[in-house]
């Protein structure tokens, strides 16, 4: 998950959306007038070089065929996008397809105002077995899918591997567990005269998401809710224990740096990466065109690491997917869907994950020429790729199907702060746990 | 009345009717339809702006106190009527407790820092010193700038890594502070920058202010032998008592109502230290969708604000007026 | 408490005088009035000597001793101010306390000093006012009480009167008289009223343009003004100034036309002059003979002010107690009696003849500069 699209842009948000006011009303006449063409209304909250990139796309779209217009309008940041949908739905404001984050799907699913893309999928036989499975898994329900994933990031760890040949360090191992991870954390603090902090993590609940996922423990019941509605939440397991423990430990030993939650913990963390005073850290695989554009040292990434003594299960995913609403007539559903599948062809996805650092869904992309050559150029990009691809989709590792993970994120965020300033692990993750399950039981109540 | 009264002395009669005339002919009538008329023009000239405030001011008002009592769905809309049931889960949380805590605390230190600073520098700008002009026009800067910049500014400063704070303890050997990411510091950078931004504007009233006492009023104390100290706390204090509770009033609301500064340094973070009441609405509404929680953190925000402008007004008014 | 004044001068930038060598010695007890029109430079005389201004050069003593260069409350004086200078949030008592609780004086000695004043001035009912519930009158009389309560034997006021009207001013200025006469204080009055001056001045200082015009009791200012501006000053109406230029071969005689004809008792060099006649040393006649037309006419009940123009275009005040005898335009004859001054073309006064008396007059201690 890029989290640059979700917290960064909110001052310059009114700025966009008188522009994007303008610019509708705008080219609402010109298309009324150019053509008969059916129109669909595509919202996205993507900026930079995706946003870019994306556009790219509807444009070629748009001269691929001569059925359907595609009119792309940024929706702010995702949370804000969110609100957007569910209070347009039903109006001629709203969209026929749209993008929504990741810990959005349970909420959009519930509303009952989109149209599985699983009834295309079934219409055109689309073969659904090209695009990654650990994604489609993230967006389904009870074997349906419900939406299609496109924006896809991982979250690895990146090492700074010039440094580490500097102090003269082993690096970590591509799938590392997290004595490896401490290991190279300490060398590099006492090498450098602890001048280079060896590694962090930032405050942020995707990555203790993760963490869970990566060992295999749910982090809500019902199966993380794909086998039914969560009730209760587990953030007090082993799993966070031992990975609290274990930041905790670092953090002790100063070989840790803490750049906080929210919108400049990334922005921070990134800055001290670049100007090699930090080693390591994790974040996800979308920051790696920032990363290697930005120094002339070379960059080294691993898998998401897993705790001592067992095998990773790997990771699930970040990032949005696009939906298709049910308020628009069944031509627009199907031009959102031929949209969709678009954007999903092999090349596309290639040119994406070049231009973006998103991965290609569609497995046929790794051959496209594009791939091969941002491969050839930089090896250690091919890891969060690899990642993807090695995971097994299963209950623990396809994100958490329920309602509320704002509150979740905030929750746990607020207990990693609390832990990563010394306080009791134990009592920092109950009290958010008890905390978000009361929350878990007014939702339910309140969306029965 | 006229016909009691004509077997009586025509002189009385004639002075009766012309005292009880325009009482009784054109003096009623004329009264009531000039009340009539008074309240036509009344609604024609307060009808726009009434309407306005009904529908921006009354409507959301209530709609919001009604929603304090309701938990809302996904969609926004309330579906379960809970009673006071918001209410004491937020009363009796102590997430909720300690925004309340660090909003105290926050509201505290950046209206006496602001008032203090603002009144130090309005009372050096107001000493005749040669280029003191120049520091006037600096000490207003702050007018100027938006909240997003002077974020950015104080975000340069206290950035752990390249930041000018954490390079001038590496020059002096200081251990660095890492200011947005331990509590205790966090509160005091985002109360640091809060002050910062306000200084200016706070400047310039207390500026104004001093300015308009009249120099007599020092020069008589002067010559009695007054001290400059005694002079500011007994001349210059309660000569712009007004201008300083008119200040202090405002500053309180506005740093009840911080939201911008908090939004982009911290982000109510870290372990909810500067997560303020205002911050706290925006979350659980516009990021949780939790609109009947939000409401009641706002229906116990307006109380708050309500409580304290009315101590302010009931203890420093006595000692305004002269 | 006498105060002397050496040579003061003032100046901003070294090159403009706002005041030049004003040199006085004013005596213990004295009422001494600094007069002058706007812009001439008392109040900032006023100022330096209450030390709130500095003083560019010269000494000020006070008492014998040098306080040139000390802070205003090292010159043991008080001063009363234009607007009063009352603190509006203190009561009258507070008011006049201020400056004695300030030096911390105990509590006794200050109630008894604020009684005293207070009673001094009549205001013993009023003490527990704020000052927006007092006349203008009471509010001066609330200054002069905190001044009064200092118990300093110098006091200063700075135009003191002039936010009063008309009445109550004169009477005002009746009572700062007899407190200053009871109190046996040393008294420097600014005003720019000139019968301010002369009603309750022991002696007068007129300022002009930055410099020291004249200095003299009420009736030696009035009676021998030094020079053409002094002599307009004072007077109501202003005397009137003429110009003239006088030849040896006129023969002694100042000659406006047949009925203004001045005889000098002694030869003037050849130049010219201003010769100047108070409105009330005209004498103004209806004959068949006439000089001058009537232009205007301010009927004043005792007397009158006619403003006349002569037949040579002259422009004439006079005043007459022959009320009701003129109409506007009235061809009518002015007469000069034989009271008058003469002036040389800088303004200083060379002569003046009154009846009978005569004198050369050019004994003055200050040179008139640049009167006009």
Request: net charge positive.
């Given at each position: 998950m890029k989290k640059i699209n979700s917290y960064n842009s909110r001052p310059l948000l009114f700025l966009f959306l008188i522009c994007i006011v303008l610019l509708t009303t705008l080219t609402g006449c010109s298309s009324a007038k150019a053509d008969s063409k059916i129109q669909i209304t595509f919202?996205?909250?993507?900026?930079?070089?995706?946003?870019?990139?994306?556009?790219?796309?509807?444009?070629?779209?748009?001269?691929?065929?001569?059925?359907?217009?595609?009119?792309?309008?940024?929706?702010?940041?995702?949370?804000?996008?969110?609100?957007?949908?569910?209070?347009?739905?039903?109006?001629?404001?709203?969209?026929?397809?749209?993008?929504?984050m990741d810990i959005s799907t349970s909420q959009i699913y519930n509303s009952g105002y989109t149209t599985p893309v699983q009834k295309f999928i079934n219409a055109d036989n689309y073969n659904v077995n090209k695009i990654s499975a650990v994604a489609r898994a993230f967006y389904s329900k009870n074997g349906q899918q419900l939406s299609m994933p496109f924006n896809t990031s991982q979250p690895v760890l990146y090492y700074n591997a010039s440094l580490l040949k500097k102090y003269d360090i082993t690096p970590p191992p591509v799938d590392p567990s997290y004595s490896d991870i401490s290991r190279v954390a300490q060398q590099l603090y006492a090498r450098s005269d602890k001048k280079v902090k060896g590694l962090s993590v930032e405050i942020y609940g995707w990555l203790f998401e993760q963490f869970l996922a990566n060992s295999g423990e749910s982090l809500a019941n019902n199966d993380d809710g794909h086998s039914g509605t969560p009730t209760a939440v587990n953030f007090s397991g082993t799993t966070a224990m031992t990975t609290m423990k274990w930041i905790q430990e670092n953090i002790k030993s100063g070989a840790f740096m803490n750049y906080g939650s929210g919108s400049n913990a990334p922005t921070n963390e990134m800055a001290g990466f670049l100007s090699g005073k930090l080693g390591m850290f994790l974040q996800s695989s979308a920051d790696i065109s920032q990363l290697t554009a930005g120094t002339e040292d070379k960059l080294g990434?691993?898998?998401?690491?897993?705790?001592?003594?067992?095998?990773?299960?790997?990771?699930?995913?970040?990032?949005?997917?696009?939906?298709?609403?049910?308020?628009?007539?069944?031509?627009?559903?199907?031009?959102?869907?031929?949209?969709?599948?678009?954007?999903?062809?092999?090349?596309?996805?290639?040119?994406?994950?070049?231009?973006?650092?998103?991965?290609?869904?569609?497995?046929?992309?790794?051959?496209?020429?594009?791939?091969?050559?941002?491969?050839?150029?930089?090896?250690?990009?091919?890891?969060?790729?690899?990642?993807?691809?090695?995971?097994?989709?299963?209950?623990?590792?396809?994100?958490?199907?329920?309602?509320?993970?704002?509150?979740?994120?905030?929750?746990?965020?607020?207990?990693?702060?609390?832990?990563?300033?010394?306080?009791?692990?134990?009592s920092s993750l109950q009290d958010a746990e008890k905390q978000m399950n009361s929350y878990v039981k007014s939702l339910n109540q309140a969306n029965k | 009345m006229d016909t009691q009264i004509t077997n009586k002395n025509p002189q009385m009669r004639y002075k009766q009717r012309k005292e009880e005339k325009p009482l009784m002919a054109t003096g009623l009538s004329y009264n009531k339809s000039k009340a009539l008329r008074d309240r036509l023009y009344a609604l024609i000239f307060l009808g726009p702006s009434l309407l306005v405030l009904i529908v921006f001011v009354f409507f959301p008002m209530f709609r919001t106190l009604y929603l304090s009592f309701f938990?809302?769905?996904?969609?926004?809309?309330?579906?379960?009527?809970?009673?006071?049931?918001?209410?004491?889960?937020?009363?009796?949380?102590?997430?909720?407790?300690?925004?309340?805590?660090?909003?105290?605390?926050?509201?505290?230190?950046?209206?006496?820092?602001?008032?203090?600073?603002?009144?130090l520098l309005a009372q050096t700008a107001s000493q005749k010193v040669r280029g003191i002009s120049f520091f006037r026009t600096i000490f207003s800067g702050t007018m100027g700038v938006s909240v997003s910049v002077a974020a950015i500014f104080w975000l340069f400063i206290f950035n752990p890594s390249v930041g000018m704070l954490d390079q001038l303890a590496n020059l002096l050997h200081l251990p660095a502070i890492n200011w947005l990411t331990q509590p205790g510091w966090a509160m005091t950078a985002v109360v640091i920058s809060t002050v910062w931004m306000n200084l200016g504007f706070t400047f310039l009233i207390f500026f104004g202010a001093i300015q308009s006492v009249p120099s007599t009023l020092y020069e008589a104390a002067q010559i009695e032998g007054v001290s400059k100290?005694?002079?500011?706390?007994?001349?210059?204090?309660?000569?712009?008592?007004?201008?300083?509770?008119?200040?202090?009033?405002?500053?309180?609301?506005?740093?009840?109502?911080?939201?911008?500064?908090?939004?982009?340094?911290?982000?109510?973070?870290?372990?909810?230290?500067?997560?303020?009441?205002?911050?706290?609405?925006?979350?659980?509404?516009?990021?949780?969708?939790?609109?009947?929680?939000?409401?009641?953190?706002?229906?116990?925000?307006?109380?708050?604000?309500?409580?304290?402008?009315?101590?302010?007004?009931?203890?420093?008014?006595?000692?305004?007026?002269? | 408490?006498?105060?002397?004044?050496?040579?003061?001068?003032?100046?901003?930038?070294?090159?403009?005088?706002?005041?030049?060598?004003?040199?006085?010695?004013?005596?213990?007890?004295?009422?001494?009035?600094?007069?002058?029109?706007?812009?001439?430079?008392?109040?900032?005389?006023?100022?330096?000597?209450a030390g709130l201004i500095s003083i560019s050069n010269g000494t000020l003593k006070i008492d014998g001793r040098d306080v040139t260069n000390l802070q205003p409350q090292e010159r043991a004086l008080t001063m009363v101010f234009q607007n009063y200078a009352l603190f509006p949030f203190l009561d009258v008592k507070a008011n006049v306390s201020f400056g004695l609780k300030a030096r911390k004086m105990q509590s006794a000695q200050i109630n008894e000093r604020v009684a005293n004043a207070l009673e001094l001035v009549g205001l013993s009912e009023l003490k527990d006012r704020k000052p927006r519930e007092l006349s203008g009158g009471q509010r001066q009389r609330v200054a002069l009480a905190r001044a009064i309560a200092s118990d300093t034997k110098v006091c200063l006021m700075d135009e003191p009167l002039s936010n009063l009207d008309a009445q109550l001013r004169s009477k005002m200025r009746s009572e700062i008289r007899e407190l200053q006469q009871k109190l046996g204080i040393t008294l420097i009055y600014v005003t720019h009223d000139q019968v301010e001056a002369m009603t309750m001045a022991d002696r007068i200082m007129v300022l002009h343009a930055h410099t020291v015009q004249q200095i003299g009791t009420p009736s030696e200012i009035y009676q021998h003004p030094a020079n053409a501006f002094v002599a307009q000053f004072f007077g109501t109406p202003r005397m009137n100034l003429l110009s003239v230029h006088y030849a040896s071969k006129n023969q002694r005689h100042l000659k406006f036309d047949s009925y203004i004809d001045y005889l000098l008792p002694r030869d003037i060099e050849d130049g010219d002059y201003f010769v100047g006649i108070r409105p009330g040393e005209l004498e103004i006649h209806t004959a068949d003979k006439a000089n001058a037309v009537i232009k205007n006419i301010e009927y004043l009940g005792t007397q009158s002010i006619i403003h006349a123009v002569l037949?040579?275009?002259?422009?004439?005040?006079?005043?007459?107690?022959?009320?009701?005898?003129?109409?506007?335009?009235?061809?009518?004859?002015?007469?000069?009696?034989?009271?008058?001054?003469?002036?040389?073309?800088?303004?200083?006064?060379?002569?003046?003849?009154?009846?009978?008396?005569?004198?050369?007059?050019?004994?003055?201690?200050?040179?008139?500069?640049?009167?006009?």
């Open positions: 919202w996205h909250e993507m900026t930079g070089p995706a946003q870019v990139q994306l556009e790219k796309f509807v444009n070629e779209f748009n001269k691929s065929q001569n059925k359907y217009t595609v009119v792309p309008q940024f929706e702010g940041n995702y949370n804000e996008a969110v609100q957007k949908i569910l209070n347009t739905h039903g109006t001629s404001a709203s969209p026929a397809v749209f993008q929504s990434i691993t898998y998401y690491p897993h705790p001592d003594g067992q095998k990773s299960n790997g990771v699930s995913i970040g990032g949005a997917s696009l939906w298709i609403s049910n308020d628009k007539s069944r031509k627009v559903q199907r031009g959102s869907w031929e949209f969709i599948k678009y954007l999903m062809r092999s090349q596309n996805q290639a040119a994406w994950q070049a231009a973006t650092g998103y991965l290609a869904l569609n497995k046929d992309s790794q051959k496209e020429a594009v791939l091969q050559k941002l491969y050839q150029k930089n090896p250690a990009a091919r890891i969060p790729s690899q990642q993807l691809a090695r995971t097994v989709p299963n209950n623990t590792n396809s994100g958490i199907f329920m309602q509320g993970l704002i509150q979740e994120r905030t929750l746990t965020q607020t207990a990693m702060e609390q832990i990563y300033d010394g306080k009791n692990i134990k | 938990l809302t769905n996904n969609l926004g809309k309330p579906t379960v009527f809970i009673g006071f049931a918001n209410y004491i889960s937020l009363l009796s949380s102590s997430a909720y407790l300690h925004s309340l805590q660090a909003t105290f605390i926050y509201v505290i230190a950046v209206s006496c820092l602001t008032l203090t600073l603002g009144l100290i005694y002079q500011f706390f007994h001349i210059t204090l309660p000569m712009i008592s007004p201008t300083l509770f008119f200040v202090s009033i405002i500053t309180l609301i506005e740093s009840f109502k911080s939201f911008g500064l908090i939004d982009l340094m911290t982000a109510g973070g870290p372990d909810n230290a500067t997560n303020l009441l205002v911050y706290r609405i925006y979350q659980d509404a516009f990021l949780s969708g939790n609109y009947g929680l939000a409401s009641t953190e706002s229906v116990i925000l307006a109380l708050i604000i309500a409580f304290f402008t009315f101590i302010q007004f009931k203890v420093l008014e006595k000692r305004v007026n002269y | 408490m006498g105060i002397e004044l050496s040579n003061i001068s003032k100046s901003y930038d070294n090159q403009n005088w706002t005041l030049k060598d004003v040199s006085v010695q004013i005596r213990s007890g004295e009422f001494f009035t600094i007069v002058g029109p706007s812009g001439c430079g008392k109040s900032t005389l006023l100022r330096m000597i037949d040579n275009d002259m422009e004439i005040r006079i005043t007459t107690s022959k009320n009701n005898t003129f109409c506007l335009n009235d061809h009518v004859q002015i007469r000069a009696t034989n009271t008058y001054f003469v002036f040389d073309s800088t303004g200083k006064a060379i002569f003046f003849n009154k009846g009978d008396v005569q004198n050369g007059y050019t004994d003055h201690k200050q040179e008139p500069a640049n009167a006009l």
